[in-house]
């Protein structure tokens, strides 16, 4: 299953139903595969009802691949909320150096996931406002904790 560096919004579409109706294998929902669905939710749906849905698929996923402790409502909602502000913000298409700058939610889905991916797949936006025994207690796990370090600006 493609989880990076998409060509089509077809392929995106593919990943986001293979999570829906739970046919991808676990190891294959990477967190590369968590934010092209999150983007792919956002566009489709308000933020509301974008992180209300990620809710659910993500227990369904959880509860179909028996592993019962994958949800976390405090990650959760960290990152639908980091990837809607990410995705209306502009920036520069790295492609091109000298393009204008456009807003990432312009570009087609294939490609605002490619960058979003590009840029935060690998990165820890979570550890810059959550310190490790927050975001490891169950409190968090269980329901939104505010961050303790730096607040959210989104």
């Known amino acids: ?12 579409a593919t990943l986001v139903d293979a999570f829906e109706t739970v046919t991808i294998p676990a190891s294959e929902f990477t967190h590369a595969a968590h934010i092209a669905v999150a983007l792919s939710y956002l566009q489709s749906r308000t933020p509301a009802q974008a992180l209300e849905h990620m809710r659910e698929r993500i227990r369904a996923f959880a509860a179909h691949h028996g592993v019962g402790n994958l949800y976390h409502e405090t990650l959760t909602i960290f990152w639908m909320r980091l990837l809607d502000h990410v995705a209306r913000t502009y920036d520069v298409d790295p492609s091109r150096r000298r ?56």
């Open 1 to 12: 299953m493609k989880t990076k560096q998409f060509a089509t919004d077809t392929e995106v």
């Open 99 to 154: 393009s204008p700058r456009r807003p990432k939610a312009d570009l087609p889905l294939w490609r605002r996931t490619n960058l979003i991916v590009a840029r935060w797949g690998s990165s820890r936006p979570v550890e810059a406002h959550y310190s490790a025994d927050v975001i490891a207690s169950n409190a968090a796990r269980e329901k939104w904790v505010p961050p303790d370090r730096l607040p959210m600006p989104f």
